[in-house]
């Protein structure tokens, strides 16, 4: 149980939230979050740092679990999961991706005054 | 980018492509296939499902079953043990009479199962990733074809102009070109890191045939040079008999494992190959496990047959240890249930990469060939129909065939059982091919159509002929069957949806 968990936490979630992340610092995926209209900007600092760690951090886990000679396998094709899984949800459930990334979002100093 | 550079790539992508996709397709969909071929094996072969290993089986005690089935009229043979994929012990007998036979034993009981009456995944989906049809050059069309598909990675990307702000995109919703290519930019670039691996470890493990030439150079005189590289590499060597009888059993195999131990670094026993058992000079080969590690190298251990004497140990060279670590990612001999799941999706992502780069070819220039009645689109149209729908439904009909002819109905108008299932499986693809010149743009759909009702009737008909249905298996935990079963289903309701797809988009066209 705890392999699979520890599985799926690194060969599904975190690899998500990473792609998640990184498709929010591009325009037209952020569009299909947020709306044209939102006006939220990406804090990128932020979110460059979250992606990355979660894409370490799932590594680290298939390290752990799997050893050096099978991560090296696994954590490439995870990161291909990932990707294909962001690509689906921004295309059929793009709003899914909103709770998530709107911490990681700002609004330009202009529209906040 | 100079544009001369990137038009001269978008030519060799496209023509390369256009040319050599339905033997990449083959390829594709076969080695997809073959990730989950033991389980593919299990459900072809009814006989072959059975009990996990309770104990630890004994290799002299199959041994000994083995010889007292079998008889003396015996060269050699091969035991591969019992797995946690595959519970029955496999054994390929060569009878001094010539010719090969091979046989399931249930290690539980210790009792031989109904023949092999199937060459399932092992014998034919398997070999057809890497050898094409049966023809004597079907691996060097399948090597020129895995240069080629590097070839076609690497002009994929210098034609691709918005790599990374297209990097997420898809559009189900636009006209099929644009779908398509988004489609086909999609599962390229994202499973990129697969697609060059797989193709380069393929390309790898093919070295021998490459370099054939240089071969010839280091063996002059021997008529099979990469069986003689072979040996040197691994420090093995041919055995030849003494032409003095054994005159008792062979030594321990458990003892020569146990001597084998310490090279292995704890892996278990796999594989048993034993020549000439009834010479004096007979031999027993050992291989360990691979089940633990990425590399294909099983550190063969030669002994003397009769007496149990370790003749050779394990020798590798560096550049030996590599080939086989990286034929290994390829291969995946391993037992790893969630690498291998990703292989398969990454694998099944390879094959709607090569689709959709038909569809979208054919789409672009569907109308213009049709104004100016080039024959173009025509062509690759039935040639796609055939490499795409036409093998997947082959397939679904070589699963349906094995299972409507029950395993005691071992022969059925003199052919027998395994040579009608191949047979079944080529008339479909054959027949594919001229329904989709034939048909046209309707193929797809139609073909479509009956790949659903095969993956269906695939499902039922093991159903009634073994009594094995999805939630019986599953809550027995057996799911190498529910897998199997599931994963029909599954395809049988893409294709179905699939079809009134086409059939509505085709309606709204009319």
Redesign the interface.
């Known amino acids: 149980m705890v392999e699979t968990v520890e599985?799926a936490l690194a060969?599904l979630l975190l690899p998500v939230l990473a792609?998640g992340g990184l498709?929010m610092v591009?325009r037209?995926?952020q569009e299909a979050v947020f709306g044209r209209r939102s006006g939220l900007r990406p804090r990128l600092f932020l979110l460059l740092s979250f992606s990355c760690g979660c894409l370490a951090a799932s590594a680290a886990v298939l390290v752990k679990r799997?050893g050096v000679?099978?991560a090296v396998?696994?954590w490439?094709?995870?990161?291909?999961?990932g990707?294909?899984s962001?690509?689906?949800l921004?295309?059929y459930a793009p709003r899914t991706l909103g709770s998530v990334a709107r911490p990681f979002m700002t609004l330009p100093q202009t529209m906040e005054r | 980018m100079h544009p001369e550079f990137r038009a001269t790539m978008t030519w060799l992508h496209t023509w390369a492509g256009v040319i050599l996709g339905s033997v990449m397709f083959v390829m594709f969909f076969m080695g997809t296939l073959s990730v989950f071929k033991a389980e593919i094996d299990q459900w072809m072969l009814p006989q072959a499902r059975l009990d996990p290993l309770k104990t630890p089986v004994s290799p002299d005690a199959l041994y000994d079953a083995i010889r007292e089935h079998v008889g003396d009229d015996l060269t050699s043979m091969r035991i591969v043990m019992p797995s946690k994929h595959f519970p029955a012990a496999v054994i390929y007998v060569y009878p001094e009479s010539g010719g090969s036979r091979t046989l399931l034993l249930d290690p539980n009981r210790m009792e031989f199962q109904a023949p092999v009456d199937s060459a399932a995944a092992r014998s034919f989906l398997y070999p057809m990733h890497y050898r094409l049809i049966p023809v004597p050059y079907g691996r060097w069309v399948s090597a020129v074809v895995a240069m080629f598909m590097l070839a076609m990675m690497v002009s994929g990307v210098v034609i691709h102009r918005k790599i990374?702000?297209d990097?997420?995109?898809?559009?189900?919703g636009r006209k099929l070109p644009r779908s398509s290519l988004d489609l086909h930019n999609?599962t390229s670039v994202?499973?990129m890191?697969?697609h060059i691996?797989i193709t380069l470890t393929g390309v790898i493990i093919l070295y021998n045939l490459y370099f054939l030439p240089s071969l010839n150079a280091v063996y002059p005189d021997s008529e099979r040079p990469r069986l003689e590289i072979r040996h040197d590499l691994e420090g093995t060597h041919d055995t030849v008999p003494t032409g003095t009888a054994n005159t008792g059993r062979i030594a321990r195999i458990e003892e020569m494992a146990a001597q084998a131990g310490p090279y292995w670094g704890g892996e278990k026993l796999a594989d048993i190959f034993i020549e000439h058992p009834d010479d004096q000079g007979g031999v027993v080969w050992l291989h360990k496990s691979l089940a633990n590690?990425?590399s294909t190298h099983d550190r063969p251990i030669l002994f003397n047959a009769s007496t149990g004497r370790m003749l050779t140990t394990p020798q590798t060279t560096v550049a030996y240890t590599a080939q086989q670590w990286l034929s290994g990612?390829h291969m995946i001999f391993?037992d790893?249930w969630?690498?291998r799941w990703?292989?398969f999706?990454?694998g099944a992502?390879g094959c709607i990469m090569i689709a959709t780069g038909f569809l979208y070819w054919i789409e672009t220039r569907r109308k213009s060939h049709l104004r100016n009645k080039t024959p173009g689109v025509r062509i690759v149209e039935s040639l796609a129909v055939w490499s795409v729908m036409g093998l997947m439904t082959a397939t679904a009909a070589y699963f349906v065939v094995n299972r409507a002819f029950a395993p005691g109905l071992w022969s059925w108008q003199g052919i027998l059982k395994p040579y009608l299932e191949i047979v079944v499986f080529y008339l479909v693809w054959v027949s594919a091919l001229l329904h989709g010149w034939i048909r046209g743009k309707a193929a797809w759909g139609e073909q479509a159509w009956i790949l659903g009702l095969l993956g269906t009737s695939a499902v039922v008909l093991n159903w009634t002929s073994t009594g094995d249905h999805v939630l019986k298996t599953l809550l027995a935990g057996d799911f190498a069957i529910a897998g199997m079963d599931l994963a029909l289903l599954a395809g049988a309701i893409i294709s179905i949806a699939s079809a009134r797809r086409i059939g509505k988009v085709r309606r709204q066209s009319l």
């Open positions: 599985y060969v792609f498709a591009q037209k995926p799997a000679e099978f396998l696994l490439p094709l995870s990161l291909t999961l990707a294909a962001v690509s689906m921004l295309t | 990374f702000v990097f997420f995109t898809f559009r189900p999609l994202l499973a890191p697969f691996m590690q990425v990612v391993f790893h969630v690498l990703l292989y999706l990454a992502a």
